[in-house]
T-cell receptor, first 116, second 112 residues
């Protein structure tokens, strides 16, 4: 099956620093990738949709200047949390849609961000 | 806007019992629906995907149904095992170009 990786799996940072999370589709091309965040015991909330080579589309209430998304290639999208604060601590999960099989979204293993 | 609701939020059953998890969605014009499993602190494992033209899908002890007219899907787990303990998430896709919309999940505990 299609594999999506995320790096790092876990990161702890100080308040005010920026953190970059990578999402890669390992064995397929993904023209579209999605970024979700999940608070403890809550569901996944869509943050943004990124299409390769164009600007990401952010969901209402998500600050695009705080959560920078880059989708520069068909296998890589990055999410940068800028000037992180403790309230940004969450589980971030990326998802990729196979260009050849748009019916299925494949999910990465998630990144646990803790901001001190 | 598509909204997905899962009931119950938590469920505890003895080992061996058959059980049903419920999912409802507000917009019957759903493109497809997917059930996932999530273990604590982990990512998502896809269990079953049902296209809008299908009524059910089966994989091993799992059976998922889809009733678009009533806006409901169920996940049936037969002969539950302690290893089935996890959170089960239901997610619907409103159309082919849109991402999955998730319910809040049902936290299942199967007691040995």
């Amino acid at each position: 099956g299609a594999v999506v990786s995320q790096h790092p799996s876990r990161v702890i940072c100080k308040s005010g620093t920026s953190v970059k999370i990578e999402c890669r589709s390992l064995d397929f091309q993904a023209t579209t990738m999605f970024w979700y965040r999940q608070f403890p015991k809550q569901s996944l909330m869509l943050m943004a949709t990124s299409n390769e080579g164009s600007k990401a589309t952010y969901e209402q209430g998500v600050e695009k200047d705080k959560f920078l998304i880059n989708h520069a290639s068909l296998t890589l999208s990055t999410l940068t949390v800028t000037s992180a604060h403790p309230e940004d601590s969450s589980f971030y999960i990326c998802s990729a849609r196979n260009s050849q099989d748009a019916d299925t979204q494949y999910f990465g293993p998630g990144t646990r961000l803790t901001v001190l | 806007k598509q909204e997905v609701t899962q009931i119950p939020a938590a469920l505890s059953v003895p080992e061996g019992e058959n059980l049903v998890l419920n999912c409802s969605f507000t917009d019957s014009a759903i493109y497809n629906l997917q059930w996932f499993r999530q273990d604590p602190g982990k990512g998502l494992t896809s269990l079953l995907l049902i296209q809008s033209s299908q009524r059910e899908q089966t994989s091993g002890r799992l059976n998922a149904s889809l009733d678009k007219s009533s806006g409901r899907s169920t996940l049936y787990i037969a002969a539950s095992q302690p290893g089935d303990s996890a959170t089960y998430l239901c997610a619907g896709r409103p159309s082919g170009n849109t991402p999955l919309v998730f319910g809040k999940g049902t936290r299942l505990s199967v007691i040995a």
